[in-house]
């Protein structure tokens, strides 16, 4: 099985800045693409970004600009750098890989356990 542990969430005043750890552990044979997603009170989860194992980064507008993602695939580690952070960014931020883990013939979505994000106006 494939374990993700988010690190880096707390409390932020607005404009400020936080980043975000995700390391993938466990038996993994190989990850495809990772992302960060976000779920406020009341609301669905939505994602925040995502990278591809070669580096290929989506974004939604609402972060388009200030957040960067990015990946150490050496160290199964992906990091959201989050810029000139808003009120409406506080959310808990959930870390998801497509893994495969040794033994398994099929990829499959992980989570971590999320970790929260709150930002003061």
């Known amino acids: 099985q494939v374990q993700l542990v988010e690190s880096g969430g707390g409390l932020v005043q607005a404009g400020g800045s936080l980043r975000l750890s995700c390391a993938a552990s466990?038996?993994?044979?190989?990850?495809?693409?990772m992302g960060w997603y976000r779920q406020a009170p009341g609301k669905q989860r939505e994602l925040v970004a995502t990278?591809?194992?070669?580096?290929?980064?989506n974004y939604p507008t609402s972060v388009k600009g200030r957040f960067t993602i990015s990946r150490d695939n050496a160290k199964n580690t992906v990091y959201l750098q989050m810029n000139d952070l808003k009120p409406e960014d506080t959310a808990v931020y959930f870390c998801n890989a497509d893994a495969r883990a040794h033994g398994s013939r099929w990829y499959q979505g992980y989570w971590g356990q999320g970790t929260q994000v709150t930002v003061s106006s």
């Open positions: 466990g038996s993994i044979f190989s990850i495809n693409t």
């Open positions: 990278i591809t194992s070669s580096g290929n980064t």
